[in-house]
């Protein structure tokens, strides 16, 4: 599991060089004007699933998100994707009556398959599905004692651009993440148990 980040990387890697070397030109249709690259910025809210098992209570707070993210497109309705997401949230943990409270910043690095499909309410709407996996990478902030921890991640997702011009669009995606809840190596705070983070997210998009 814990080398699943790097394979995952290496694969699309791999997938993307191939595919540029390869792939015939897209085919003509509604989007034959579409460049094969496009670079995304992004802001929305991360938002954390309570959860509580063998007693532990964890309930990370509600955060801001800050995304970029880059898209290769490979075929005409097939691309591969890697998100970066930054939020900076409190992890909450309630045990015994104590409560533990460390705040992080936590990294989001996510590979992905993008699938993109027409929309049929309008030419102007491209609608796609996103399904892959990376790392959440906490860096505790103001806390002597902690070293950062890394979990792997599955993430899954969609969403909707609207074009404005050839090269830019408005992109409104959602993207859930799922994970096994940090522990920062206290054996006290662990739950073994696998949460979701979910980050609806608006943003531009220029392709070239």
């Known amino acids: 599991m814990k080398h699943f980040p790097i394979l995952f990387w290496i694969l699309l890697t791999v997938t993307a060089l191939q595919a540029q070397q390869q792939s015939p030109a897209l085919p003509v249709g509604p989007h034959q004007a579409d460049p094969h690259q496009q670079i995304a910025v992004g802001a929305g809210i991360a938002l954390t699933r309570k959860t509580t098992v063998n007693g532990i209570k964890f309930e990370p707070t509600t955060a801001g998100d800050y995304e970029v993210s880059y898209r290769y497109r490979l075929t005409r309705h097939f691309?591969?994707?890697?998100?970066?997401?930054?939020?900076m949230n409190s992890q909450k943990y309630l045990a015994g009556g104590n409560l533990t409270r460390i705040d992080a910043r936590v990294h989001a690095v996510t590979g992905s398959a993008v699938f993109t499909f027409g929309n049929p309410m309008s030419k102007k709407?491209?609608?796609?599905?996103?399904?892959?996996?990376?790392?959440?990478?906490?860096?505790?902030?103001?806390a002597t004692g902690l070293a950062q921890q890394t979990v792997s991640q599955f993430a899954i997702g969609g969403g909707d651009d609207y074009l404005l011009t050839p090269k830019l669009r408005i992109r409104a995606e959602v993207k859930g993440l799922t994970y096994k809840a940090p522990d920062f190596g206290f054996a006290g705070l662990r739950t073994k148990k696998y949460v979701s983070t979910v980050i609806p997210t608006l943003g531009i998009v220029y392709t070239f």
């Not at 691309?79 to 939020?87: E, G, M, N, V």
């Not at 399904?131 to 906490?138: E, H």
């Open 79 to 87: 691309s591969a994707q890697a998100d970066y997401d930054l939020f």
């Open 125 to 142: 709407f491209e609608s796609f599905i996103t399904a892959g996996g990376g790392a959440l990478i906490y860096q505790p902030r103001n």
